[in-house]
């Protein structure tokens, strides 16, 4: 079944590390998007990419990063800049073209700095 | 710029009655809106969309949501609310008219308390 995976479903981090989290999708969507989740604050996107080798800031970009080397493959790394990066990180593809089509999420990765 | 409130952060109900969770949206063209659930530790599962077809829109395990442009609302409902609905619900629109970039913004959800 196509779909998308997030790995590790729980990460850890000590203070000034960078970590990469992983998204990988098999449904050969064009798009795809990393968002956070806060309680209380719904989800913010991060950055996104509607084809491989190009993507776009979203709104809260500082002290993340982002490759789209491969269509599957979007990985999103956390790096010591992000002052605050304990949350919940969802990853989420799309066909590409217009309108809301078919936005599939992954399970999602709790990060957590120690 | 679009935006989404939903109206009650928290909502309780008790098992086998009404569930109405309120969504109001702000845009300038006529939008794309979605709920989608969130059961814990979980990702986000589509319950309906609306896109400009039919304003009544009926959705996954029963829900349903109806689109009023004259009161920018697109509040979600279900007539008898099972334990297993317990879950944090989220109004969402999409960016863009054209739906370009396909970027989503979020409510700031609701969290479904569904009582024995």
């Known amino acids: 079944d196509g779909g998308i995976t997030q790995s590790p479903k729980y990460l850890f981090r000590k203070e000034g590390q960078n970590v990469t989290l992983s998204c990988e999708q098999n449904l050969n969507h064009d798009a795809m998007y990393w968002y956070r989740q806060d309680p209380g604050q719904g989800l913010r996107l991060i950055y996104y990419s509607q084809i491989v080798n190009d993507f776009q800031k979203g709104d809260i970009a500082e002290g993340y990063s982002v490759s789209r080397e491969k269509k599957e493959s979007f990985p999103l790394t956390v790096t010591s800049a992000q002052k605050n990066p304990t949350a919940f990180y969802l990853c989420?593809?799309?066909?590409?073209?217009?309108?809301?089509?078919?936005?599939?999420f992954g399970s999602g990765t709790r990060l957590t700095v120690v | 710029a679009q935006s989404v409130t939903q109206l009650d952060s928290h909502v309780s109900v008790s098992e086998g009655t009404p569930v109405l969770l309120r969504c109001n949206y702000s845009s300038s063209y006529s939008p794309s809106l979605f709920w989608y659930v969130q059961h814990p530790n979980k990702g986000l599962q589509l319950l309906l969309k609306y896109t400009s077809a039919a304003t009544l829109v009926k959705g996954i395990n029963g829900f349903e949501a109806e689109f009023k442009k004259s009161e920018t609302s697109f509040h979600l409902t279900k007539p008898s609310a099972h334990m297993s609905d317990a879950a944090e619900y989220f109004c969402?629109?999409?960016?863009?008219?054209?739906?370009?970039?396909?970027?989503?913004?979020f409510g700031q959800g609701t969290t479904l308390q569904v009582k024995p």
């Open positions: 969402v629109v999409s960016d863009s008219p054209s739906g370009n970039t396909g970027k989503l913004i």
């Open positions: 989420a593809s799309r066909p590409g073209g217009s309108g809301g089509k078919g936005y599939t």
